[in-house]
Structures are given as C-alpha cells and as structure tokens.
Nanobody, 121 residues
Framework: QVQLVESGGGSVQPGGSLRLSCAAS????????IYWVRQAPGKGLEWVSS????????TVSPSLKGRFTISRDVAKNIIYLQMNSLKPEDTAMYYC??????????????RGQGTQVTVSS
C-alpha cells in the first residue's frame, strides 16, 4: 500500500526556516517522480518543487528558487523540502505527491495528507 506522510510543518515568523519531510512507504522513491505542492487558503494547488526518478533533476518553482530546496534520502525513503527566508505568503498546506511518470504535480497518482505551514509575526 502506497503511503506518503508529511511532517515538519508548524508556525514560524517571517524570515524563519522549516524543513518538511515526506516519508514514503509501499514503494521506492528512486522509482518515482516526487513532488511538493501547496495550497493556500481559498486558492488552488500550486507546484512547489519536484525531483526526478534518478534524482538527477531537481526543480523548484521560479518564484521560490533561492529559498526552497528539495532533496531525498533514498536509503531512508524520505524526501525533504528545506524552506528558508519564509514569508507570510508561504502560508499553506504542503503536500508531497508521487507518480511513476513525470506528470503535472496536481495530478500525481499518490498524495499525502499534508502538513500545515503558517508564517506570521
């Protein structure tokens, strides 16, 4: 059974950092594209970042580049999202998602339950 469990969210002040984790089970992350997406209150899903099957291609939304970094630990089957210099507009529910093919992140076959990130002073 494929499962993705996000953790690491919380409340942080502007300028702070958080590292989100996504623990995968039921499959090997080295055989799947992994995505981070987010949904702010009242808005649609927004693609944040993705890592390819081989891990050789790691991309971040241009609007977040320089602040967010995706990484993975294949041995632990965990994907991370390091978020620095957080802004109030980063407040959202963050989800990780997985698909064996490179798809639009919002349509990835599997998605976790999400972890809430709130950036506020």
């Amino acid at each position: 059974q494929v499962q993705l469990v996000e953790s690491g969210g919380g409340s942080v002040q502007p300028g702070g950092s958080l590292r989100l984790s996504c623990a995968a089970s039921g499959f090997t992350i080295s055989k799947y594209w992994i995505y981070w997406v987010r949904q702010a209150p009242g808005k649609g899903l927004e693609w944040v970042s993705s890592v390819s099957v081989t891990g050789g291609t790691q991309t971040v939304s241009p609007s977040l580049k320089g602040r967010f970094t995706i990484s993975r630990d294949v041995a632990k089957n965990i994907i991370y999202l390091q978020m620095n210099s957080l802004k109030p507009e980063d407040t959202a529910m963050y989800y990780c998602a997985a698909d064996q093919n490179n798809v639009i992140a919002a349509s990835a076959k599997y998605r976790g339950q999400g972890t809430q990130v709130t950036v506020s002073s």
